[in-house]
């Protein structure tokens, strides 16, 4: 009788492993997927792991996951100054990486939107007063071809956290200026 | 079209396939080398907790980057950590104190049954209290630490083991709950592996051959430099890049058969950290090697050859 639990429960454990690695979030996976593995097998398999998958940052290398930096400043001030975990060498810096992430990756995920960059806002108001101006940049790598060429860091996102009466944290998104078409004004058309 | 001996045929495969099973799970199995993963394990958690502990107030402190609200409404909603009721700094840094002592009596063997199940759950309430902050080697670690807790690790290589000696209590002896753990070891070793390359065979880089390029000169915690050797050498870049997957196809594979799986596993306990310090995720690359550890037959015959 207990090797017949056992059993049981160790096919339906393999069987939340399996969904794990073929609905990892970072790839998509299908809706029957990760609904089936959302009711039935994150409830109590994630209080046990994180359930990432094993699809990991690294295993994508891709070009465009560079290095990116945290920079705040009190709201006015010209310059920027380097945020925590600036200077973090080895795994350090790569927890501070991962955060930096999760507040970009967030942004497009629903019901994430603001949550991390609000709160690393906040958390910087000893720092800088209680109202400041964050803004994560990448840092480019360099082709193969030419090594030589490293681009310039480029501003991902920037935002305004400020504390307001009654002591709520507003975050203000920056959003980046785009090109849009001149409005021309015609003769006696709808204004 | 259907013979008279095929119902017994099918009979004799679903007889042969349980009994592979029944032998897998349940055949008990020694805990010598489970106590190899669990003194590795204590070690891993400190060095892992280690790299918490400098950033530790201004992330999960009360004025810090990570409030628990903002935590709690951003982690998975099952998620649940022990530190979401440390109130001030010093809650903080004395739950943290007690897991880096949960882990240094793991890796002693002090307790074991009770140690390990503590050091599973601190180590996930950790992570959970920030998982953005978690990677490859924080998750490999838990699935890690809670196959210590299944298993009898603490029978061997252990204080409890000399105190067991000195009282004259029960020696160490084979058990079922020790090969359930050792097979999951096992089994994971082969999954990560084989999701790793499912991962990469997704990306053009690793096609392509240039993936070590981006991984080398991406500087956050790089350990090792190749920028200069692989920008010399397009062939240095291929190899290394190919190498890797060839290396997690080898142990997706090679860990399930009795002739190749010592040696894998021996493999592993090298190429692992190798390919931990090429990707700038040693502890990964560690965690990955402890993993096969139990399979390479340093402290006798193999776990597969015990099962059969």
């Known amino acids: ?191 | 079209m259907t013979t008279p001996e095929q119902p017994a045929d099918d009979a004799a495969a679903l007889a042969a396939i349980g009994r592979t099973w029944e032998a897998f799970w349940f055949t008990p199995a020694g805990s010598r080398p489970l106590a190899l993963v669990r003194m590795a394990a204590g070690i891993l958690g400190l060095l892992a907790g280690g790299t918490y502990a400098q950033d530790l107030t201004i992330w999960f402190g009360p004025a810090g980057l990570l409030p628990v609200e903002t935590v709690a409404a951003w982690r998975a909603p099952a998620a649940v950590s022990l530190f979401d009721v440390c109130g001030t700094t010093t809650a903080v840094w004395l739950a943290f104190s007690c897991l880096m002592l949960l882990f240094g009596l793991l890796a002693i063997g002090l307790l074991t049954p009770v140690v390990s199940v503590l050091a599973a759950a601190g180590w996930v309430s950790l992570l959970h209290r920030g998982p953005m902050l978690a990677g490859p080697a924080d998750d490999c670690l838990a699935i890690l630490l809670w196959c210590v807790a299944l298993g009898a690790a603490g029978e061997h290589l252990s204080v409890d083991a000399w105190l067991h000696r000195r009282l004259g209590w029960a020696g160490p002896r084979p058990r079922v709950r020790t090969r359930l753990a050792l097979g999951l070891l096992q089994i994971h070793a082969a999954v990560i592996a084989a999701a790793a390359v499912l991962a990469q065979l997704k990306g053009d880089v690793w096609w392509n051959g240039t993936a070590m390029w981006w991984l080398t000169t991406r500087e956050p915690g790089r350990v090792l430099n190749l920028v200069e050797p692989l920008r010399q050498s397009e062939y240095l870049c291929n190899a290394l890049t190919l190498g890797i997957v060839g290396w997690e196809i080898v142990v997706a594979v090679g860990l399930w058969f009795a002739p190749t799986q010592r040696l894998v596993a021996r493999g592993a306990l090298v190429a692992w950290p190798l390919v931990g310090l090429l990707v700038a995720e040693p502890l990964w690359g560690v965690v990955m090697a402890v993993l096969s550890l139990p399979f390479a037959g340093l402290l006798g015959r193999s776990c597969l050859k015990q099962a059969g």
């Open chain 1, 1 to 191: 009788m207990p090797r017949a639990v056992a059993t049981v429960l160790l096919v339906v454990y393999l069987t939340g492993l399996t969904l794990t690695v073929i609905g990892n979030t970072s790839s998509g996976s299908a809706l029957l997927v990760s609904v089936v593995k959302g009711r039935l097998f994150s409830p109590w398999m994630t209080p046990a792991w994180l359930d990432l998958g094993f699809d990991y940052f690294f295993t994508y290398a891709q070009p465009t996951d560079a290095a990116l930096r945290l920079e705040v400043r009190p709201h006015g001030d010209a310059a920027w100054q380097s945020g925590p975990g600036t200077g973090a060498t080895g795994p350090r810096a790569v927890r501070w990486q991962r955060l930096l992430r999760a507040m970009l990756a967030s942004e497009s995920e629903p019901g994430r939107e603001g949550l991390l960059p609000a709160a690393v806002g906040a958390g910087l108001f000893d720092w800088c007063g209680e109202d400041v101006d964050l803004q994560v940049l990448v840092v480019p790598q360099p082709d193969r071809q030419a090594p030589e060429v490293v681009p310039d860091p480029a501003v991902l996102y920037t935002a305004r956290v400020r504390r307001v009466s009654g002591g709520e944290v507003q975050l203000i998104k920056t959003e980046a200026r785009r090109e849009v078409a001149p409005v021309v004004p015609t003769a006696g058309g709808a204004q």
